[in-house]
DNA sequence: AAATACCCTACCAAATTAGTATGGTATTAC
DNA sequence: GTAATACCATACTAATTTGGTAGGGTATTT
């Protein structure tokens, strides 16, 4: 299936109504609300994100979240690694990598950059582009700008 | 973590063996010797992408498998999909959408442009291209291309 | 007819993910 | 300085997915 954690789609989801909301704190109670997450649910994603920078919290009454950087700030990318670790498609493209047959198979390199190029894809797409439609062409553009840039050293 | 199943993997590692084969037929054995994998695990292995026509099966005494295309045919995408069905990042840009709040939420229609941006990048590189390292250069310039030239509808 | 080798289905175990509960701590307001 | 508010940390359970295995069935060749 490929797919992301539903945790991942909830934290786009919260990030996207804290960028909504502004400078507005928004609490727990009211992210709950606006998305129709349960707050249980809504503590464990505002855990990740928090932890990851990307939301301030306050404690106290008067308390809340409010968004950290500006949504043109935040890439997809760091929303995936918030909940999930560092993107890593195979064993073999990981930091730690355990496979056995590593050195005996000729695909671990080519793997490598693979792994490398949907970071980058997943690094250009901001919360800004996902959240407004009409910004859309211009990411296109932005992703073919950084690919021919870059020259992707491993692919 | 992001990360494509085992089986995948395996059946990459399968394919590329089969590729080096060419036209010599190899029975469920010498692709375990091969590659390492056990016996009942090529037999699961190979049922996903002889299903999905990547491979050619022959019954019987002197049967065995035998790779149907030629390695720059096969996408990393078709492996992928072989083994996991249609790659859809979030629930909302499956087929069968079950989230309950697609109407609400903003979001969705993004996520269908990020969703057929990976599969155009994962259906650009090849079987060939992971296998032989000289040709990785051209391969970046060929994702280039490929994204200018289709102007990703949607994205 | 016997040997070879693929085919199908089902099952079990392990790992991951999702969801929930509970008690603790910081901050504000009165 | 105490009570109310609201975030924090951890742990636990259940559900789902994935990985790995087993066993009996069918087709093809010699």
Redesign the interface.
Same mark, same amino acid.
């Given at each position: 299936? #490929?797919?992301?954690g539903?945790l991942t789609?909830y934290g786009?989801?919260v990030l @996207?109504q804290l960028a909504l909301a502004g400078a507005v704190k928004q609490s727990t109670d009211d992210i709950s609300q606006a &998305?129709?997450l349960t707050v249980a649910t809504v503590r464990k994603v505002m855990k990740a994100i928090v932890d990851a920078g990307l939301v301030n919290a306050q404690r106290g009454s008067k308390g809340g979240y409010r968004i950290a950087l500006a949504p043109a700030q935040i890439s997809?990318l760091d929303v995936?690694q918030a909940f999930?670790?560092?993107? *890593? +498609? &195979?064993?073999c493209s990981a930091d730690d990598n355990q496979c056995?047959?590593t050195d005996?198979?000729?695909?671990s *390199? @080519?793997?490598t950059?693979?792994n490398d190029?949907?970071l980058r894809?997943?690094g250009d797409?901001t919360l800004d582009?996902?959240?407004n439609?009409g910004v859309?062409d211009t990411?296109?553009h932005q992703?073919?700008d950084q #690919?021919?840039r870059i020259?992707?050293v @491993? +692919?």
């Open positions: 299936m #490929l797919r992301i539903k789609d786009l989801v @996207n &998305t129709g997809v995936v999930e670790g560092p993107i *890593s +498609l &195979t064993e056995e047959i005996s198979c000729s695909l *390199s @080519n793997w950059g693979i190029l949907l894809v997943l797409i582009d996902i959240r439609p859309q990411l296109h992703i073919v #690919l021919q020259q992707l @491993n +692919l």
